[in-house]
């Protein structure tokens, strides 16, 4: 890994086997991380987007290693740009969530740290299906303009602490979260960003959704070996 001068964190591209496949991912860790968050914000070009960057080096800072990593290869985003089939199979997501999970709790840098996620649209479902099946892995879950209901009956046997983060002009996300937020019965909240449409569009909304996802990763993450589970 190569040392960066922001946050004196180490950052190096990784790839993740699941299935019959292998995600890219880029991991950051900083000195003394007391958890890890894995992002899924999107397609594959967001790694060079700066609010990407932006996320990451806040939840450095607040000294938070992430794994950034995209849910599916190039050549699946290719072959689903129009028909968008694959980024609505949350069964097939949430298993490439919990395998990249498992692959965190395996890798030597980050095996002692709690695995928060942070995501958007279908890949907030799939982190809270995943959460369902494998509770001893996701400790604690970010849900920024997502699509919750989607994990359907996944989200009444969710343990882990869920935030659900929407903008206030979103209104039929906002109605939809609202809704899924009946069907969590663990630690949760909702939180609305004043004026905001598309949460990670706006850099004002992307600044309120990452300190808030900060905080909530900095309340509920614990280390690996330190059950959260009753």
């Not at 809270?128 to 919750?148: D, F, N, T, W």
Request: glycine share 8%.
């Amino acid at each position: 890994m190569n040392r960066t001068s922001t946050c004196n964190a180490q950052e190096c591209l990784v790839s993740v086997p699941t299935g019959s496949v292998c995600l890219t991912g880029n991991l950051r860790v900083p000195d003394k991380a007391r958890g890890v968050i894995l992002l899924a914000n999107g397609n594959g070009s967001n790694r060079y987007r700066s609010r990407d960057r932006y996320m990451t080096q806040v939840l450095c800072q607040a000294g938070l290693a992430t794994l950034w990593i995209e849910l599916l290869t190039p050549q699946e985003e290719a072959i689903d740009r129009q028909l968008r089939q694959l980024h609505f199979d949350i069964g097939l997501l949430a298993e490439r969530v919990a395998s990249a999970s498992h692959w965190l709790t395996q890798h030597p840098i980050t095996d002692n740290l709690g695995i928060g996620f942070l995501g958007t649209s279908t890949r907030s479902a799939a982190a809270l299906m995943a959460a369902a099946q494998y509770p001893e892995l996701i400790r604690a879950i970010v849900s920024s303009g997502g699509l919750p209901y989607l994990a359907g009956s996944a989200l009444s046997r969710i343990k882990a602490p869920t935030l659900l983060i929407v903008g206030e002009n979103n209104i039929p996300v906002l109605e939809m979260n609202q809704e899924a937020l009946k069907h969590l019965h663990t630690e949760k909240q909702l939180e609305i960003i004043p004026g905001a449409t598309h949460l990670l569009e706006d850099f004002g909304a992307l600044e309120n959704v990452t300190q808030l996802a900060s905080q909530w990763f900095g309340q509920h993450l614990t280390p690996a070996h330190q059950s959260v589970l009753p």
